[in-house]
């Protein structure tokens, strides 16, 4: 065993590769401190905790940090519609900087030097862990095996792995490996790789994990009424049968129940990486996806147009800047900073159905709206003088008017 | 009876304002041409050039102009994947610029210098109309009955309608009307005002034409191939049957029919409008969504990632641009003919699943794809250097440490 | 005289045309209120006070709001780098909302229902003022002499309203009028129409007054010192000797005359009217002209790269509302708002000298840049690795990479 | 001497860096061929090709590439006045592509597998270079000794690279060294590094090459009139002399002239480099700088203000790409596409004068400007009626008026 290189903090899954990169950084020199987020994901934390301390990890670090996952990245992604190339939630992109922020604490904390993870070399992950850790300490040194040649190079396939971990002591998973990868937090889960990684392949039956097939879903709907304030969900009622969910973390585990229950939030798409290629990925974002539409809706219904627009301008940005790891940087501050000032009116409650893989808005309602229903009303006059419409288009006429004058000239011109 | 005015080509539905405006405007002394456009609307064209006849038209021009729509304008929305508002697919925006078209080709024909439409002073639908007219024919007049105080003021209502078509011989409708205004072509219908304009009250059973409910429709998915080339369908398969089709509008005829059996393509929205107010409005657009769909996946499984972004931006001009009515100006035309550039590589097969509702993309395949599979393959580590990587998101993280590190000198100064 | 109509709030500037249309406003039943904004034009504002009084105003405001248009007006278009269309520093739109506040104040001081402006009905003055008005106080009616066919059907030419003045004692001019109208505030002057509208037509010698010819002025430059704090000047030095300036106010006028004195902010532009059609302008902006390239200096130095790229989009669209007249409305409230969030770590010190016509950066410094001198070092490596530039180059090639890979396969087929 | 490692191309200047290069890419194993680009730089290309070849060059290229550097580089900068935030005309930037360009081209006819430059491995230039290489052959090896290890500790400082000069034949530079770097094209000059580093230090006297000094340039201006077609210009005419240009490299290179004898073009900015850091330039751009002002002129004057807008959001993403090495690459391709387009109409002809420092324009015409003199006039009506702007702005106001009713209601609520 080499000499001693410090302190490293590892993002610990529990699963095969953390735990060999586990040993394999033990066998390099470091001291090893095994931390392992719980952001959602349906896990056995004792046991991983028990693992990690048997391969040994000098520590152990278990966090909740559900709550601020949440509070202070999902909301913001609510609130500025995120969308990633028209389609992408940004489910395991806002996860990243929330798991790696603690990691930095912790090897604040605890004086750690290093900090690795198990992300590959080919993926989005790497850069939104890294960015984070450099971003909120300059001075930290990333350890990432999959991107070490000595590394990667002794661990060509699975297969070198299981042999590594037989030889080492690690438990190796019993259950057969599923022909692709996954990757899962409160918000969304992922699928890709492995049979997936060619694009015409359908998702097999029996892939999705966190919404029902909408196939077999129940046959009557949910019907809710969503309460926001500033942008952001503060209330969910049933209509059905009056159960209704207030904190954040609560009400967001609702919503991914009654979503998932009624298989609501899947896509497959193909994507594009930061790093500069295309990948396909099969998603599952149940609440994700029925607040990307209540919000819209409440926003539209608030917000003055103009607003709107610029708005819009802003998160495009957002949404990229979160899916390429970007989130703890000055731009990212300041359009976060930017789209919260927008949300000040959003302020209403929206109606909708969620059924067989569908949401719809039924109806909206808020103290704050733009919306006039007296002046929109096509029985009534309301504060409107039909004849300014007149005024209006003509004035907006003239430069097209203009131009076809010029049109016709040069035409003419060319004609003759 | 005053003296003649000239002629007018009228923007006639056979529908009881239009015949009340086509009786008006003789009474105001025009010679009125009648002119109803068939752009995929269900009507009883003979029965309404017989009506119009009837009413005193001089002439009547029933134009079947589906083909084009769905040629020159809603191809171009599907290349751009145009969509107003983050919801809104533009099914009657792009109708108008369509039907204003042909009608002053008509105008122009027949030499009247005067055009009309039923089109009420609150809404788009005016400034869409007048627009079109005015950029293709700067010398046109247009009459806009409803902005007219000594039209509006003298119909107040839909009871003083009645009764001046009782007094004028006007066929009055012998089925109650709706409580709501629609709108329909070939693309989508429209359903606003009346109770509608109470945001908060949802859409009545029975209100919808286009799709059935997704509550009641088959409990099987009709499963599709389109097929793209430059963007725009050219093949559509449906995998269960066998059925194929191929012409732009018999196609896009088809997957109406296929959306619409399966619910597919309902929104309950607020909107913008471009005079100022906001509007709620249901809409049905089946088959209009899902080649929004298909579209949107073929195009970022073929084209550049960096060349999709600025497309996006151009894209969310357009939309805007059309909404607004300026179809035909100068900068809708620079941008068609930049998003249509894009389009080139965008060539290909999207599979997918139409039910309940839904369209799930199953997967995609295309001769022209930047998809590269053992580039993006995990397994493989093909034309592709992880170390790379480090380099990569060490020289993108620069700049944030140095935020960071101005940051920190910034609060130590603040703390002294 | 008509029946009482109820107070107007005319802005009113001494001149022929203001001075008719105080005396028609009374003519059509008006109590007329005479508002005289000091916002930095030379005029003899007393001999202004009793000619009003003289032609029957019920009363004078002279309201001196030179200090509230630097500081809330002209200060945020230096954060914003306000530029319409490239070129023009706002000088006129900007004073046209902080006017018409003032304007809104006093009729709402007075009770007034009306106000009214001589601004003609192809510019954008009268856009900027009366959307100012509505925007502030919805209830207001403006009138605009200018757009009432009785009014200009009447005044077709300079000819009548002499006629008029003389008719009705208002004084007449006694110097001859310049073939072209001017428009002054303490930022800026224009010169357009009469002779200007010809675009080909140069401006005549004598025209400018804010600046001096900088073939005659100083052979010797003045260097100065700029100090920002949050984007906004603050201090002022005269290398030369030593003369400082602090408040807002004083400064301006300094940098005006600086600048005035060697020649520096003319320009003679073709620009977009709000209202759809081109218009030639020259324009003369000293110390606007000073202070854009100052604060560019100084953003440049301590902004963050990509947060300048997000705010150069908000700055763009800020300078086309207040061009527009949208000062007052809810989306250049917030661009507002963004802007001056960005402007927090603007602080410094540019140092630059003014000099025929131009305005030169010499160097600049900061306690609060992003510039990191041992960083950037050609002979010190920093805190750099230059062998990550290595991997950030391949990883940014990879996506150019696959294109030529696809591109080639293409290009082949089609020479098949 | 290492066994052979193949030919490889290298970007030779004939300086002191690049035959150091040149020397130890021999002592490294490889056969050099030695290219050199005339971009239009100050140079003795003869001497340079003697040096090339007594330091072991297989081979030199000296190649002409000035006129393809402005017609296919510089020329779509004009149409796209192209401008790096806000300041920088790409001089540097333009040039890269069209230097690496043939390079590849070099290699591909030698069969050389690489390619070598002397860009440090902290600058912008190494990233331009390489993204050109790899786009256009995906498989050419790039050698960037400043990026090497074992080259640039064993070159740490100037001192090394002399004594390695002295101990293998390679001349060294009799004229001391200045104490900052230049590089230099036909477009431009750039100063930077040495005591520039400071942004505070001014420019010392002298530093200049390309313009004379505005205080000492003639009292006298020139007069030019610039015709453009297609946003390109095509002909200049010293109205002073007669004097005339057509063909684009001697009409550049006359600009050039013109402008470097008034003392046009000098800038000094701290700007945003693409690897991260920010850097301080002293730029000289002579005929780029009199094309901007006066392509900018004949675009306002010709094209559609709308067409306008979304054409300089394309521009600005254009200049960001150019800057940071995208030349070659599908986005950059596409926006050039659509640039390009938008210039059909941006024919005429501009009048300036070109006067210590400064260019100001004087006037402009063209055959097809969407300007209109007889619907501006403040004196003739033409086809325009005043009342129409009544209604325009009634209209636009309309969401102000909402915003404040709302605010209002909002506003009372709280003081409740």
């Excluded at 661990?155 to 490996?177: C, N, S, W």
């Excluded at 049968?241 to 904190?247: I, V």
């Amino acid at each position: 065993m080499a000499q001693s290189k410090g302190t490293v903090v590892l993002a610990y899954s529990g699963g095969l590769d953390t735990s060999c990169i586990l040993v394999w950084l033990k066998e390099q020199g470091y001291d090893v401190i095994a931390y392992l987020a719980n952001i959602g994901q349906k896990e056995d934390f004792e046991a991983a905790r028990k693992k990690a301390l048997a391969l040994g990890a000098k520590k152990v670090y278990i966090e909740d940090i559900s709550r601020e996952f949440v509070e202070e990245f999902i909301w913001p992604a609510v609130q500025a519609n995120a969308l990633y190339e028209d389609r992408y939630l940004l489910g395991t992109a806002l996860a990243r900087p929330c798991i790696a922020r603690r990691q930095v604490e912790i090897a604040q904390r605890e004086g750690a030097q290093h900090i690795a993870h198990g992300a590959t070399g080919k993926g989005n992950d790497q850069v939104r862990f890294e960015l984070t850790c450099y971003a909120l300490c300059p001075k930290i040194k990333v350890v990432a095996p999959w991107r070490l040649p000595e590394f990667y190079q002794r661990f060509p396939g699975r297969r070198e792995l299981m042999d590594y971990a037989k030889k080492h002591g690690i438990p190796v998973p019993v259950t057969p490996q599923t022909p692709w990868s996954m990757d899962e937090n409160l918000m969304h889960i992922s699928y890709e790789a492995g049979i997936l990684e060619n694009p015409k392949n359908q998702a097999p039956p029996g892939l999705y994990t966190k919404t029902r097939d909408p196939a077999t879903s129940p046959d009557t709907p949910d019907v809710l009424e969503i309460e926001f304030e500033r942008g952001v969900p503060v209330k969910v009622t049933n209509i059905g049968d009056g159960a209704t969910r207030s904190s954040a973390l609560e009400l967001f585990v609702y919503l991914n129940d009654i979503a998932g229950k009624h298989g609501v939030g899947r896509i497959d798409i193909v994507e594009n990486r930061f790093v500069g290629m295309k990948s396909r990925g099969i998603y599952e974002t149940p609440a994700g996806t029925i607040l990307y539409h209540a919000h819209l809706d409440i926003e539209a219904f608030t917000m003055d147009r103009e607003v709107r627009k610029i708005k819009q301008g802003l998160a495009l940005k957002f949404s990229e800047l979160v899916y390429n790891g970007f989130w703890h940087s000055p731009e990212c501050e300041f359009l976060r900073h930017c789209i919260g000032r927008s949300q000040e009116p959003v302020v209403g409650t929206v109606h909708l159905s969620v059924f067989k893989g569908q949401v719809y808005i039924l109806g909206r309602e808020s103290p704050r709206s733009l919306y006039n229903e007296e002046l929109v009303s096509m029985n009534v006059q309301g504060d409107y003088e039909p004849a300014d419409a007149t005024g209006f288009i003509n004035i907006n006429s003239l430069r097209l008017k203009e131009y076809h004058r010029l049109q016709s000239k040069v035409t003419v011109k060319q004609d003759e």
